[in-house]
């Protein structure tokens, strides 16, 4: 019988000799150049580090390119980051070139370390999943062929985190950002009545509701719920436990784009991402406007913003009538937050700038 409950492997039987010996000791690091990096021990030792996108979705054949170059340089390591980059690491300064050359050979940019734009994390989309308002792989394709220089390059003053998500579910990092692209319905669930008592637990339906619009079908006679549309905000959430209320919509679907959020503790404690832009429709295969819209805020933080100043901590210095103004977005009745806690977002004080 299979062995069961045994966990993942350990993970230090796959470390790189020279992290086993140096483990915890490691004084300081420097980032010699767009993609690549030196960590120094306390004993000397030294182990330098490559870094490389990838698309995160990627083939057998893909992972095996990649091993083989860890075979020729690095006595077969390799890791990934929590943003999908693929990091490479030798002890052996000559080897820095090599491992460049043979990863760039693949088509794959190096960078992503430091105060640039680094991977974008992201979610299943039209590939995987059935919930998506919008497809996941596209979109990132997409961005990062537009902000592509500033992910090779040192373009910004501080980091810049963008992710993507194909619904509200917000799978991922979209809620804590810098920039996030969230896939959005505009159109309320089409309720199956034929279908729903069967394949659905109705009490868990109407409580997954975060409006209350969903309620018993007013026809006793019908085995189903009503939905309030007045009500409805398009979350998808009842679709997500009942497969008798899809909402997804070619003409209808799009995403909203979100700016300002963090999770590090840095200068200024961790912030939620805010809404910038409310609706963009889908465009595939390359969201023009998305992209053009991405690149204009990025553009205009890069050089309004301060040495070390976040996305949203640049927001918070010049003021969110400043930030609309600056990379012309409309400011429309959409971002005004009209959910529970909506009055600590109103403004409570004369202090504006016209
Ligand atoms: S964000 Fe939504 S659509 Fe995308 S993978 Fe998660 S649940 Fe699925
Ligand atoms: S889409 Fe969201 S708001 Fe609309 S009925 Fe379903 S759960 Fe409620």
Not at 183 to 210: D, M
Not at 269 to 291: D, G, H, K
Request: one cysteine or more.
């Amino acid at each position: 019988m299979a062995r069961t409950d045994i966990g993942p492997p350990d993970y230090r039987l796959m470390l790189p000799e020279t992290i086993t010996s140096n483990y915890g000791k490691w004084k300081y690091h420097e980032i010699l150049k767009p993609g690549v990096m030196k960590h120094v021990s306390e004993t000397g030792d030294e182990l330098y580090t490559v870094r490389a996108g990838s698309p995160r979705l990627v083939s057998i054949d893909f992972i095996r390119d990649i091993c083989d170059i860890a075979d020729k340089y690095c006595d077969g390591h390799l890791r990934f980051t929590s943003r999908f980059n693929i990091e490479l690491m030798t002890p052996k300064k000559e080897n820095v070139d090599g491992i460049i050359g043979d990863l760039k050979k693949l088509g794959l940019p190096i960078g992503g370390i430091g105060d640039c734009i680094s991977n974008i994390v992201h979610t299943q989309g039209w590939i995987h999943c059935h919930s998506a308002a919008t497809d996941a792989s596209g979109l990132v394709k997409s961005i990062m062929d537009e902000l592509y220089e500033y992910f090779t390059e040192f373009k910004l003053h501080a980091k810049l985190r963008i992710a993507v998500a194909c619904c509200i579910n917000m799978c991922g990092a979209v809620h804590c950002s810098d920039l996030a692209v969230v896939g959005i319905h505009t159109t309320p669930p089409k309720v199956n009545h034929e279908k729903l008592a069967s394949t659905c637990e109705i009490p868990s339906v109407i409580a997954s509701c975060p409006t209350g619009a969903i309620r018993r079908h007013s026809d006793k006679n019908i085995n189903s719920v009503e939905v309030r549309e007045e009500r409805c905000m398009y979350c998808g959430n009842c679709y997500t436990v009942c497969p008798s209320m899809p909402l997804a919509d070619p003409d209808g679907d799009g995403v909203a784009i979100y700016v300002g959020g963090k999770v590090s503790n840095s200068r200024k404690p961790p912030m939620f991402s805010r809404l910038a832009v409310p609706f963009i429709p889908n465009n595939p295969p390359r969201w023009p406007e998305v992209t053009s819209i991405l690149k204009k805020i990025v553009e205009v933080y890069a050089r309004d913003s301060k040495k070390y100043e976040r996305l949203g901590e640049w927001i918070q210095r010049i003021g969110w009538e400043r930030f609309f103004a600056l990379t012309n977005i409309p400011f429309t009745e959409q971002h005004i937050d009209d959910f529970t806690y909506a009055t600590e977002t109103f403004r409570a004080t004369t202090q504006f700038k016209w």
